[in-house]
């Protein structure tokens, strides 16, 4: 996969003048943000229009690594013994589902116990579709009746596990448009019932943006912030023509640290965001 940075240094030549209104249109068209690609311009400029290719790589590599926060430590489950909740919320078409489940195989490879929950009432298709990964996985797995209330279900999902010792839960909500304001409630309505059975679940509220989307990515992220406590975001499709910018912008601007990225199809193709790595290899 050829990153952001590849393809900047095959653009620039050491034995020409650095043309800083490409350089910025590059900057922008990665979804690092306007502020932040005229930041960085600045700071460049300082040095004059001969700058080395390696250079410009390594300041912008610079400015990324000082907006980006430290790397989040490891799920661990609660001390209290009770499982630990996470709810899963995004647009349709995003890759949540397929989120929910490669994080679901990501702490059964660390020898942690996981129930998945098919919150999404409302679609059979995703219902079956994460029952199916369920079974592949070889985790546990709840679903409810169709239409059923889905707060429901992750509140008897939820009871089950804690009856179970199951360390891990993942609710996978439906998928819904940051713009549909009812749908949007229904979230915060999960987030209350989940509380009846542990004052302190949902311990991780993930918000799977797709990095494919650009800056509507970013509207997203401002629009479920409104409605929704979120912990952190999952960005998917990094293995494709996917611009890693945006979650520097949406931490930039909305202090959402990334969690988990997924690089590929297969459920190992999902890991924890490491910054280094991140930025010398992804973006």
């Not at 209350?192 to 797709?210: C, F, G, M, Q």
């Not at 912990?231 to 640290?257: C, F, H, N, Q, W």
């Not at 690089?263 to 190992?268: F, K, M």
């Amino acid at each position: 996969m050829a990153g952001f940075f590849d393809k900047l240094i095959s653009k620039l030549l050491d034995d020409k003048d650095v043309d800083w209104d490409q350089l910025e249109a590059d900057l922008v068209t990665s979804d690092l943000g306007i502020r932040q690609a005229m930041e960085i311009i600045d700071d460049l400029q300082q040095l004059g229009r001969k700058v080395k290719a390696h250079v410009v790589v390594e300041k912008v590599k610079a400015h990324i690594n000082e907006v980006l926060p430290a790397d989040q430590p490891p799920l661990l489950p609660p001390i209290d013994d009770k499982p630990y909740v996470i709810t899963m919320v995004g647009v349709n078409g995003v890759g949540k589902t397929t989120s929910a489940a490669k994080l679901a195989y990501l702490l059964k490879r660390k020898g942690f116990s996981v129930m998945l929950v098919a919150a999404d009432t409302f679609r059979a298709a995703a219902v079956e579709q994460l029952e199916v990964w369920s079974e592949r996985l070889g985790v546990e797995f709840m679903k409810g009746a169709p239409n059923a209330d889905p707060s429901s279900v992750c509140y008897t999902a939820h009871q089950k596990a804690i009856n179970d010792g199951i360390q891990f839960v993942i609710c996978d909500t439906a998928g819904r448009l940051h713009t549909k304001h009812n749908l949007m409630s229904e979230l915060e309505k999960i987030r209350r019932t989940i509380a009846k059975n542990d004052e302190h679940a949902p311990h991780l509220s993930l918000l799977v943006v797709d990095a494919t989307t650009g800056s509507n990515a970013m509207q997203q992220a401002k629009e479920f912030s409104k409605a929704v406590n979120l912990d952190g975001l999952v960005v998917t499709k990094l293995d494709g023509s996917g611009k890693g910018g945006v979650a520097v912008a949406i931490y930039r601007e909305l202090k959402l640290p990334t969690r988990f990225i997924g690089t590929g199809e297969e459920p190992e193709q999902f890991e924890y965001f490491q910054r280094k790595r991140f930025v010398d290899e992804l973006l």
